[in-house]
């Protein structure tokens, strides 16, 4: 047999060589991983389980490649919903908004987390109606065609629509301005109302083409200069002027 001493010292040098042969988590797998974290328990209920999101969500990569067919990451979904709760107690209270990163989280009650989670579902039902992210939920969605830009197209027939919320994090800035336009004590907008004018805009075109200079989001979201969607919390402000 072996002494403690020479026990400790195998099972140290075991967990050193795991150590030193394990690829770090993707930040995908920590969200999806992460059962303390509400906001990530809710992310993969509806990741998987809501008719907007099923195969278009990436669940490995962080970021969208330019030519996947994929909608949106995890951590994109995760931050959507959090964007959306972050006007409305008791969920921005939750440790996933008040505790540094880094740091254990603690789960509030079932209660509340079932209470976001149908919150979550309704405005997802709502965005599901919106003539631009209703092909998500028919088979074979093709969300590039969505994303990429009409010069970028190999086949004149078929135009790409270059649209604003097939990237995710103008997706999350429009949850954000939704959460901040029907929570807020100084709006308190219907879902109804805000869905009305969302629509109305949607279907006149206001969200897509974005990389055209004519639309009210080029170089504002869409830096021309570096190709990329920058949303910053000034910026979303304009999101709530489309309500």
Not at 47 to 58: I, P, Q, R, W
Not at 88 to 109: C, E, I, R, Y
Not at 111 to 130: G, H, M, R, S, Y
Not at 178 to 204: N, V
Request: charge should be positive.
């Amino acid at each position: 047999g072996e002494t403690r001493g020479e026990a400790r010292l195998r099972v140290k040098q075991t967990f050193i060589a795991i150590n030193q042969t394990a690829n770090p988590l993707t930040i995908n797998q920590l969200k999806s991983q992460n059962q303390g974290d509400a906001i990530s328990v809710i992310s993969k209920e509806i990741a998987f389980n809501h008719e907007l999101f099923g195969d278009v969500v990436d669940f490995k990569n962080s970021q969208i490649d330019p030519k996947s067919q994929k909608f949106i990451p995890l951590n994109g979904l995760y931050n959507s919903i959090k964007a959306y709760l972050e006007n409305k107690s008791p969920f921005n209270q939750w440790d996933a908004f008040t505790m540094p990163k880094g740091q254990v989280h603690m789960l509030p009650s079932k209660e509340e987390i079932d209470e976001a989670k149908t919150l979550c579902k309704k405005v997802f039902d709502e965005l599901k109606e919106l003539n631009s992210l209703a092909p998500l939920t028919r088979s074979h969605a093709k969300p590039l065609e969505w994303r990429e830009f009409p010069k970028m197209s190999l086949d004149a027939s078929n135009p790409r629509k270059g649209h604003l919320l097939y990237r995710h994090p103008s997706f999350t800035a429009l949850l954000g301005a939704i959460s901040y336009c029907h929570f807020s004590d100084d709006i308190k907008m219907s879902l109804d109302d805000i869905f009305t004018k969302l629509k109305k805009a949607d279907a006149a075109h206001k969200m897509s083409n974005i990389n055209k200079w004519e639309s009210i989001f080029c170089n504002i979201f869409f830096k021309v200069e570096s190709n990329s969607i920058k949303v910053s919390s000034k910026d979303q402000k304009l999101l709530k002027s489309l309500f």
